[in-house]
DNA sequence: TGTTAGCACTCAATGGCAACAAGTGCTAAA
DNA sequence: TTTAGCACTTGTTGCCATTGAGTGCTAACA
């Protein structure tokens, strides 16, 4: 539908834009690129191409940027896939390699070198453990008045909170706690010890402790603690670096909406295989209109399904940042992968 | 030194700069303020204030605006300690009311109520734990491969990490390290336990164990943990609203600072009893040249001195926010004095 | 029919200029 | 000692002309 003249100037426009993030007109366009025409055959065509939908003007004699449109006709039919420099694939492989004490540490350290090569804001949410099972609580006594409680899952994920006992509580009260819940709970899986610990079990409690409150509140914020664990978030002060006009108001909604990482899952939205593009408006947020977000979603054998995600902006070198993306979809899932069986043979 | 008249006209200055933050001039100055003088006569005192250094002019024909040594002599002679607002006052106490676990969080937690009441940035340090002994490891195994490792001292501070063993690793010789530990560590101070650690801890874990190194690295990451854990900012996107005039490039660095929190201790200075002033270059940094710091160290019997500051405009509004910053002095030592005592009962 | 040179036109950006407002310092009188 | 008055300074605002980069369109050309 497009010829190769148009093909190539829509190449070439984008290219420049990314290069010097301003308005390319068709000198620039001929100067800078190896199309064989006049600069009026180069404007008749970026009309045709404006009308047609893939480019458009900041105001009526300005040069062209490319509109969504060109980005996604860019993405979805121009990009080849681009050769990741040898020195940030090492990079990113020693940094995986290092020995890591949680799968949470991978995901994490993972969202830090992402962002750091790219100088962008990274995203990285850990695989669901949502199916895992609880295979114990641990309730370490730390002195008379402390308590460490642990939740450890099948799938290696290991969950802590301290607590300090109320005063009124003696240790059999806790003892027949620490038995119910070893009764009532392990085995389950996650999402139905959630259910239980909103419905049957702070009953249950009751029967036995005075104070049950306190420990009820307890065990919900472990479970919050172990799902707002999975996401983590680097570099979203680049933010103000990559996005040359974004106001005050703006960047501090975003940070807070980050911070806040109960919107974040949906953001990153279908998880689909491979790798997801969204441009500017496609992220269905009016504060995200001048980003662009790279995602990959990574399968974890027996684990679930990880996201790792770039966010920079529209006019971002998109070949370069979807292979690199793609690394970091490889190396998890293998990493992850790993570490899972390391846990799971020696059962 | 200053008369009368000087020092309402002064104090107009301050209070006018902090309510529209523009510097002030004559006739402002008679419309908003009760000084019977003409505005000539108002002139002409500002000379003097102006000469002995308290005002400054921001261009040749500019109002006033309040120099540092203008707000150091506002704040060492003219504040008088302002009634805390009910509310805000309320809200503090309810706060920290809640049923904690952890002394860490009602550190965390003053630093969130202050950094909320003032739109401020709040800094909250918990009281030095260096001179606390080391009561106990314990090791508490999770799974096969998985091992958590938590560290308790006799003040109630809890440290935890997780670990996964290196393949190689038998549980003889896990053991005998744990033995160790108990025997070598276990009731001397936690600087003497670091100084170990750097020290002869090393060579006798490797007598015991092939691969020593990750176990090192381990401990070293905990004591990291124990130290950094108590450092607590809030409020810090509020920069942005309360300096005007502050370029993203010194936004990121102060930011930046603070995630730092290496050099926070410093600015945060000599912990002198009662509360301390710091206006704009008293801070001694480039960085915080528009801001001010007003800290204050409170003490905690048997634990140790803890720092609450607040962090804002060289304008801000003195005396308000000095007494804010007393009422988390005095609550604080209260709690966590109450909270010391908890533990220490029942020993 | 597609391509190109040429030209009139548009619009953002820049700099100079005048008008204005807010404020000062100084002088001279009360 | 205080105050009224005035000349002076400086930042801000709006206006206008100029410039430069770029466009669309027309007419000539291959």
């Known amino acids: 539908m497009l010829t190769e003249r148009q093909i ?8 420049l834009y990314t290069k010097y993030g301003q308005p390319v007109g068709s000198k620039t366009l001929i100067q800078e690129s190896k199309i064989a025409a ?7 065509e970026m009309v045709h191409l404006e009308e047609m939908g893939f480019l458009k003007k900041t ?45 949470d540490e991978i995901v994490m350290t993972s969202a830090e070198v992402l962002s750091h090569l790219t100088s962008y804001t990274a995203i990285s949410l850990g695989p669901e453990i949502k199916d895992s099972k609880l295979t114990g609580f641990r309730f370490v006594p730390l002195n008379e008045r402390q308590l460490m409680v642990i939740l450890v899952t099948d799938k290696g994920h290991v969950e802590s909170q301290n607590f300090t006992l109320p005063q009124q509580m003696n240790p059999y009260e806790l003892e027949k706690v620490v038995r119910l819940f070893n009764e009532e709970l392990v085995g389950k899986s996650l999402i139905e010890v959630f259910r239980s610990l909103k419905t049957d079990v702070p009953e249950l409690i009751r029967q036995h402790i005075r104070t049950a409150e306190n420990m009820i ?45 109960h919107d974040l899952p949906m953001l990153l939205g279908s998880k689909q295989e491979g790798i997801t593009v969204q441009i500017g408006k496609e992220l ?9 977000l790279i995602s990959a979603a990574y399968e974890v054998e027996n684990l679930g399904t990880g996201v790792i995600a770039l966010l920079g902006p529209t006019s971002m070198p998109y070949s370069k940042m979807i292979s690199l993306v793609g690394v970091f979809q490889k190396e998890l899932s293998k990493k992850l992968e790993a570490y899972y069986h390391d846990i799971d043979d020696n059962k």
């Open 8 to 15: 190539s100037i829509l190449k070439s426009i984008i290219h």
């Open 284 to 292: 269905d947020n009016e504060l995200f209109e001048q980003f662009s």
């Open 59 to 103: 105001h009526s004699s300005s040069g062209r940027i490319p509109s969504i449109t060109g980005y996604r006709y860019y993405v979805d039919y121009l990009v080849h896939p681009h050769k990741v420099d040898p020195e940030d694939l090492a990079s990113i492989k020693q940094a995986l390699e290092n020995p890591f004490k949680q799968i």
């Open 217 to 261: 509140g307890l065990f919900d914020d472990l479970f919050l603690k172990a799902a707002t664990d999975r996401i983590h978030i680097e570099g979203r002060m680049n933010m103000l670096d990559y996005s040359n006009d974004l106001n005050i108001e703006q960047f501090k909604s975003i940070y807070s909406l980050m911070d806040g990482k």
């Open 38 to 44: 006049s600069s009026a055959t180069i404007r008749n």
